[in-house]
T-cell receptor
Framework: SAVISQKPSRDICQRGTSLTIQCQVDSQVTMMFWYRQQPGQSLTLIATANQGSEATYESGFVIDKFPISRPNLTFSTLTVSNMSPEDSSIYLC???????????FGPGTRLTVL | QKEVEQNSGPLSVPEGAIASLNCTYSDRVSQSFFWYRQYSGKSPELIMSIYSNGDKEDGRFTAQLNKASQYVSLLIRDSQPSDSATYLCAVTDTGRRALTFGSGTRLQVQP
């Protein structure tokens, strides 16, 4: 597995503001992903964070709302822009070191938008 | 659109019993299958992966895969109260790598 950290662990934000979530891995990884878990729901993929190029977004998620950076093989950020209460969720990053597609998750960021 | 289906539960079993969790998937090109355990307020933890038909055992856990019937299951032997959690089934295919999750089954092990 890998040691994955996320910052912040939780935040309470006002409507219309933006929050940037950081994901740091203790070693280089092939792929990084961002998921959202809404209250009482399962995980939904937001995007694949590609190193050195634009992220690949899933249907229903757009770059203007969820800009993603991945400047190197150990770090990525997800920004939740112009937030509304519907964005209240847990945001999770995961990493895939290659091979058999096993993914490991960070501890998550619990976001509440008022 | 890939779909992964799980019974939401709760599945309630007595301590020491076998818990059986099931998952079906719609996409025949799915190649890799995973079970994650998620405790309340925590992130998912990978407990089993399986890639070929048959059974795979790891301690008290056994994953079973049947690609022809498009289902994957997880058996937990000698269930303990600490096994009480939500179990998420996830699948992916060789080209995509990102996971598609089921809605999860909540397991309750009664002492």
């Amino acid at each position: 597995s890998a040691v994955i950290s996320q910052k912040p662990s939780r935040d309470i934000c006002q409507r219309g503001t933006s929050l940037t979530i950081q994901c740091q891995v203790d070693s280089q990884v092939t792929m990084m992903f961002w998921y959202r878990q809404q209250p009482g729901q399962s995980l939904t993929l937001i995007a694949t964070a590609n190193q050195g190029s634009e992220a690949t977004y899933e249907s229903g998620f757009v770059i203007d709302k969820f800009p993603i950076s991945r400047p190197n093989l150990t770090f990525s950020t997800l920004t939740v822009s112009n937030m509304s209460p519907e964005d209240s969720s847990i945001y999770l990053c995961s990493v895939d070191r290659g091979g058999r597609s096993e993914q490991f998750f960070g501890p998550g960021t619990r976001l509440t938008v008022l | 659109q890939k779909e992964v289906e799980q019974n939401s539960g709760p599945l309630s079993v007595p301590e020491g019993a076998i818990a059986s969790l099931n998952c079906t998937y719609s996409d025949r090109v799915s190649q890799s299958f995973f079970w994650y355990r998620q405790y309340s307020g925590k992130s998912p933890e990978l407990i089993m992966s399986i890639y070929s038909n048959g059974d795979k055992e790891d301690g008290r856990f056994t994953a079973q895969l049947n690609k022809a019937s498009q289902y994957v299951s997880l058996l937990i032997r000698d269930s303990q109260p600490s096994d009480s959690a939500t179990y998420l089934c996830a699948v992916t295919d060789t080209g995509r790598r990102a996971l598609t999750f089921g809605s999860g089954t909540r397991l309750q092990v009664q002492p």
